[in-house]
Every structure is written in C-alpha cells, then in structure tokens.
Nanobody, 120 residues
C-alpha cells in the first residue's frame, strides 16, 4: 500500500505566504507525477501545479508567478510554495501521487487534504 500525507495548511492574511508539503511512503518503486489540486465547496477539484519525475512543471494560469512546486525525489516529497496569497486561493489542497509499485502496476493516490484559508 501507499500513503500520501499533506501538511502545512492554515490561515494567512491577504498577500501572505504558506508552504505545503506532501510525503509519499510505502510500496513505491518509482513516482511518476506529484501534483497539487484544490477544491472549494460546490466546485470541481482543479489542478494547481503539476510536476513530473523529469522536473517538468506546469501551473494553472491563476497561480502562475505566485506558486512554485518543487520535488525531492530522494525523499518522495513535494512542496508547494504559495506567495502573494489571495482570498480566492482559499480551498482544500490535495496532493495526488502517481506511483509505480514493485508489482509493476501504476496507481493514483490522494492525500487527505489540507485547508488553506486566506483572509482579506
């Protein structure tokens, strides 16, 4: 089995910063992608930042220039540095990890989510 755990959410004022972390552990042969999503009530979960094992990254237009995702492949972790936060960034943030297990099969795993609230 594979476990995915996020941390680092909280309450921050408009213009502030937060750093989220996500750690994957368990039956991991390789990690293909480690992505960040967010979701607000009544809306679909949206992709915020994506990173591949080759260090390629992509960002939603709404966060470009403010958010940065970085991976530590040796520790199976990914971080999301969020700067210049706005109230519209308020959401539950989820980490999604695509893992190839030692069986050779590839699976997608979600973390439990971490709340980010930006006050105006």
């Amino acid at each position: 089995q594979v476990q995915v755990v996020e941390s680092g959410g909280g309450l921050v004022q408009f213009g502030g910063s937060l750093r989220l972390s996500c750690a994957a552990s368990g039956d991991i042969f390789s990690i293909e992608t480690m992505d960040w999503y967010r979701q607000t009530p009544g809306k679909q979960r949206e992709l915020v930042a994506a990173s591949t094992s080759g260090a390629n990254t992509n960002y939603a237009d709404s966060v470009k220039g403010r958010f940065t995702t970085s991976r530590d492949n040796a520790k199976n972790t990914v971080h999301l540095q969020m700067n210049s936060l706005k109230p519209e960034d308020t959401a539950v943030y989820y980490c999604n990890v695509v893992v190839t297990r030692h069986s050779g099969y590839t699976y997608s795993y979600w973390g439990q989510g971490t709340q980010v609230t930006v006050s105006s």
